[in-house]
Nanobody
Framework: QVQLVESGGGLVQPGGSLRLSCAASGSTIDRYNMGWFRQAPGKEREFVSAIRWRDSVATYADSVKGRFTISRDNGKNTLYLQMNVLKPEDPAVYYC????????????????WGQGTQVTVSS
């Protein structure tokens, strides 16, 4: 069982940056594929990015490619999402997730979820 707690959300101006963190407990994440998802009001949850367990290879949604960077620190049992050049379409609740499934690439089938952190982009 993995417990995930996100932090780092907040209000930022368009073009600004935020770094989200996801602290894991209950198990080490070094054997899990990890991911970030987001859900805006009235919309379905969507995939943002994922990072592979064994070598930190990453994959991104087209909408964030080149602006967001996912990373992991297995020693700290923490997942990160660096978000740059934030746009008006980026606001959402951002969730981190962990997948026991080691198949790659992965965009669904995650087993454990955090409670989410709100990201707001406004001038």
């Amino acid at each position: 069982q993995v417990q995930l707690v996100e932090s780092g959300g907040g209000l930022v101006q368009p073009g600004g940056s935020l770094r989200l963190s996801c602290a894991a407990s209950g198990s080490t994440i070094d054997r899990y594929n990890m991911g970030w998802f987001r859900q805006a009001p009235g919309k379905e949850r969507e995939f943002v990015s994922a990072i592979r367990w064994r070598d930190s290879v990453a994959t991104y949604a087209d909408s964030v490619k080149g602006r967001f960077t996912i990373s992991r620190d297995n020693g700290k049992n923490t997942l990160y999402l660096q978000m740059n050049v934030l746009k008006p379409e980026d606001p959402a609740v951002y969730y981190c997730a962990a997948a026991r499934n080691t198949i790659w690439p992965i965009r669904d089938g995650f087993d454990y979820w955090g409670q989410g952190t709100q990201v707001t982009v406004s001038s």
